[in-house]
């Protein structure tokens, strides 16, 4: 089949424009993505964040206790919250009570029993941004080695003092029977409030 000069000229045209095109497209989706993932900062919590959980009876606070030692990674930007994710690691051996008294029962085998199970560990699944800088953070919580989902009430808000500094307020409630706790013992409710109080800063 015979193409004359013009129609030759005109098909390498043709071809080199759809080459562009598609380059600039390829080009584009490498932008966006890296673009979306840039969103994600990424921070830790303080030292000085606050840890732990609250035992309760009959309405009443129980006993308190704070994780002394927490390992924590959190990406998070509030422009793109479907982006965030973070995961906790706490040393239950670090476990300090405001009632000493009652750190043997909780440490030993019919409740945390530390002997066998030494973290607690929440890994997020999902942050749902419920707007005013308030969050409900999805994930899951392993316990006494139970796994079971576990939604935290959060809240993030900007520093005053220093750009760097979230400050965060988060709680969940569980069931300790939920976890393998299932022992009834006197004075000792099914109920544990989970709480984090403090700041992450950026890294």
Same mark, same amino acid.
């Given at each position: 089949?015979?193409? #004359?000069? &013009?129609?030759?000229?005109?098909?390498?045209?043709?071809?080199?424009?759809?080459? &562009?095109?598609?380059?600039?497209?390829?080009?584009?989706? &490498?932008?966006? /993505?890296?673009?979306?993932?840039?969103?994600?900062?990424?921070?830790?919590?303080?030292?000085?964040?606050? =840890? +732990?959980? @609250?035992?309760?009876?009959?309405?009443?606070?129980? $006993?308190?206790?704070?994780?002394?030692? !927490?390992?924590?990674?959190?990406?998070? *930007?509030?422009?793109?919250?479907?982006? /965030?994710?973070?995961?906790?690691?706490?040393?239950? @051996?670090?476990?300090?009570?405001?009632?000493?008294?009652?750190?043997?029962?909780?440490?030993?085998?019919?409740?945390?029993? =530390?002997?066998?199970?030494?973290?607690? &560990?929440?890994?997020?699944?999902?942050?749902?941004?419920? +707007?005013? +800088?308030?969050? #409900?953070?999805?994930?899951?919580?392993?316990?006494?080695? =139970?796994?079971?989902? =576990?939604?935290? @009430?959060?809240?993030?808000?900007?520093?005053?003092?220093?750009?760097?500094?979230?400050?965060?307020?988060?709680?969940? $409630?569980?069931?300790?029977? *939920?976890?393998?706790?299932?022992?009834?013992?006197?004075?000792? +409710? *099914?109920? !544990? #409030?989970?709480?984090?109080?403090?700041?992450?800063?950026? #890294?």
């Amino acid at each position: 089949m015979y193409l #004359n000069p &013009i129609n030759k000229k005109l098909n390498k045209v043709d071809l080199k424009l759809k080459t &562009i095109i598609k380059t600039g497209l390829l080009s584009l989706a &490498i932008c966006l /993505a890296l673009t979306s993932q840039s969103f994600a900062r990424s921070w830790t919590l303080t030292p000085k964040s606050d =840890v +732990g959980f @609250e035992i309760k009876s009959m309405g009443l606070t129980v $006993v308190k206790a704070k994780f002394n030692q !927490v390992q924590s990674t959190m990406q998070f *930007d509030a422009k793109a919250p479907q982006n /965030a994710s973070t995961h906790l690691v706490m040393d239950v @051996e670090s476990l300090s009570f405001s009632k000493p008294l009652f750190k043997h029962m909780i440490l030993g085998e019919d409740l945390f029993y =530390v002997e066998k199970y030494k973290t607690v &560990i929440f890994k997020s699944i999902q942050f749902k941004d419920l +707007g005013n +800088g308030k969050y #409900n953070v999805l994930g899951h919580l392993t316990l006494r080695g =139970v796994t079971k989902p =576990v939604i935290f @009430e959060t809240t993030f808000k900007p520093s005053m003092s220093n750009a760097n500094l979230l400050d965060v307020q988060a709680s969940a $409630v569980i069931n300790r029977r *939920d976890f393998g706790m299932k022992k009834g013992i006197a004075g000792v +409710g *099914d109920k !544990v #409030n989970l709480h984090l109080s403090g700041q992450c800063e950026m #890294n």
